[in-house]
């Protein structure tokens, strides 16, 4: 029964961030479970998503029309795309149990485009399934620091 | 020295300069005769549920504080302690019956009141406290859960100076069998390098959507992408409107059965057969068969409430002015009261889809907005080009002026609005009249 060591849990947290930072998103839908959502609550720690709003609450049909259009070559906001490279920390593994896992990581997310640069802080938590021999995710929870704040574009994947 | 800027050569029937968006001293002026002298959108009354519940803001540039007193009356207070200066308040929401200034401790009430004064004897005895209450708005008035404020107290009641647009805000509130929305579900905040104005112009811009929102569409699904490009195509059966006052919409609404759908799933996403029979049928009992149909059919707006709301698919937007080349836009969703949860869950799924810093929308919109501000920058084209529409518009037997939704008819009743508030009277010319066209 395969339980998640923290090395296992960054290998592919770091896998995911290095993914996302070459914008190799068909690459990143691999990553995800069936029944994954990507979720980024707005106006702070995000209660209820059925209850408030969220910047993003996507499943994984949102998520393929979501990176349908960022390679469609029409996504206005992300043409020219987001530079971006993250960077994760502090990972912690809150819950570990058989083939099922949550990870708690803190990161840091430079991202330049159009000759403007932005830094954006938070945490992520994962919940990771494992699916036929491989660890998949099955939610990608997304608080960034600055959620109630006015921002300009968050058209890449965080 | 700069020659004086003619405000009114810059703002023409079919054309404006590109100055309005770029100097700074029209932008002053703009704070000053449309922002701080009439009416303007504050918010929405159940974001203020309790008593003592707040929310500060900007009237203009200014910072204010939206309140409930322990009355249950709306207080419009600006933020500005009267001894030294400072804001009495610094939470964006809370809670509080009084403010208090930390600086030097003077406290306040609801009502804007200075109800304390540490140390008072150090004060002679003239000292009158009634003298020092917060500034007020000088008017607050509500439409259908809407509040407005004016800082000027010579300006028309507010159901007056929405008018015509009152139709288009009571199908909006009307999809609520119990009449009633409420703003409670967070906000959205993003911003732009670049004027305000551009904002309130492309929310009822309906020649823009196929090209700008083609991914969005596209990825909707083939059928249902197609349908809503349908509704901004050139031979679309769907209008543009002047509603006077500065006030416009898109009337998206469809003339005939066979494009409703599309239109309603945007609005309220995807919800089971039977909360949707449910929510029909509550709505039925309330409003009858016609007027339901009535605001069902009508339910996708784009409508714009002059100078700094627009209410789009479901919710209530702010465009707030931060500086001439830096916008900040609030957009308040809205869940019906009375309605099954899911009809709520799914409004919210279809406004993330497309609105926010990260929808799949909007930010192609504000992309648009930086790209403008950038090309402006370039000296000899001087104008932006307003006509489309002009020669086939008609008025309707409102009094509306309608053109075809891909026409900048209303931009051109934001821009006839401006002029009467920016321009000094006596530079004016009486407005051209409309053509006399027959009513369709």
């Not at chain 2, 008018?163 to 959205?188: Q, T, W």
């Not at chain 2, 192609?364 to 307003?386: H, I, P, Q, T």
Request: glycine fraction near 8%; charged fraction near 25%.
């Amino acid at each position: 029964m395969p339980i998640l060591s923290r090395s296992d849990a960054e290998d592919v947290l770091y896998r995911e961030a290095r993914i996302l930072d070459e914008r190799r998103y068909r690459d990143w839908l691999e990553m995800l479970a069936d029944d994954a959502t990507y979720w980024i609550p707005c106006n702070g720690e995000g209660s209820d998503p059925n209850r408030e709003i969220s910047l993003v609450f996507d499943d994984l049909k949102r998520l393929r029309d979501r990176v349908e259009r960022l390679e469609s070559g029409l996504a206005h906001a992300q043409s020219p795309p987001s530079a971006t490279r993250r960077l994760i920390s502090n990972v912690h593994i809150d819950d570990a149990s058989d083939n099922a896992a949550a990870i708690w990581s803190g990161f840091i997310l430079y991202e330049l485009r159009h000759g403007r640069e932005r830094v954006f802080a938070g945490r992520y938590e994962h919940r990771l399934q494992l699916v036929e021999g491989q660890w998949k995710i099955r939610r990608k929870k997304v608080v960034l620091v600055n959620n109630d704040e006015v921002i300009d574009n968050l058209t890449f994947i965080v | 020295m700069k020659s004086k800027l003619k405000l009114e050569e810059l703002v023409q029937d079919t054309r404006v300069s590109r100055k309005i968006y770029l100097e700074n001293e029209i932008f002053m002026l703009e704070m000053e005769r449309i922002f701080e002298s009439n009416w303007v959108f504050l918010g929405h009354e159940s974001e203020l549920a309790a008593p003592g519940d707040f929310k500060t803001l900007t009237i203009g540039t200014q910072p204010a504080i939206m309140t409930r007193d322990e009355h249950g009356d709306i207080q419009v207070l600006m933020n500005r302690c009267m001894h030294r200066g400072s804001t009495v308040c610094q939470q964006e929401r809370g809670n509080s019956p009084t403010f208090r200034c930390w600086y030097h401790g003077w406290t306040y009430n609801s009502k804007g009141e200075l109800i304390g004064v540490p140390y008072a004897d150090g004060y002679g005895a003239g000292f009158d406290r009634r003298k020092f209450s917060l500034l007020k708005a000088a008017r607050v008035e509500k439409y259908r859960g809407l509040v407005f404020a004016s800082l000027e107290a010579d300006v028309e009641r507010l159901t007056e100076y929405l008018g015509n647009a009152k139709y288009y805000i009571d199908l909006f509130m009307d999809l609520s069998p119990l009449g009633e929305v409420e703003a409670r579900a967070g906000e959205h905040k993003y911003g732009y390098d670049g004027n305000w104005k551009f904002q309130q112009e492309n929310g009822v811009d309906g020649y823009h959507p196929n090209f700008v929102h083609q991914a969005y569409f596209e990825a909707q699904g083939k059928e249902l992408g197609r349908k809503v490009m349908g509704l901004f195509t050139g031979n679309s059966e769907c209008d543009s409107k002047d509603l006077a006052n500065g006030h416009s919409i898109l009337d998206m609404t469809i003339k005939n059965r066979h494009g409703t759908r599309p239109v309603r799933n945007m609005l309220r996403g995807s919800t089971s057969q039977s909360s949707g029979a449910a929510y029909v049928a509550s709505m039925t009992q309330r409003y009858g068969e016609a007027r339901t149909a009535e605001i069902l059919g009508a339910s996708n707006v784009n409508l714009a409430i002059f100078p700094n709301l627009l209410i789009i698919g479901i919710q209530l937007r702010k465009t707030i002015p931060v500086s001439v080349t830096r916008t900040a836009v609030h957009l308040l969703p809205t869940t019906l009261k009375g309605v099954p949860d899911e009809i709520n869950v799914a409004r919210l799924r279809a406004h993330e889809s497309f609105y926010g810093s990260a929808g799949g929308g909007a930010p192609d919109d504000v992309e648009m907005f930086n790209r403008c501000s950038e090309g402006l920058r370039v000296k000899g084209a001087e104008w932006l080009e307003l006509s489309r529409g002009i020669e086939r518009e008609h008025r309707d037997e409102e009094g509306n002026i309608v053109g075809h939704i891909t026409d900048e008819t209303p931009q051109r009743a934001f821009y006839r609005r401006w002029r009467a508030l920016m321009c000094d009277a006596a530079a004016l010319q009486p407005a051209k009249p409309l053509r006399a066209v027959p009513s369709l």
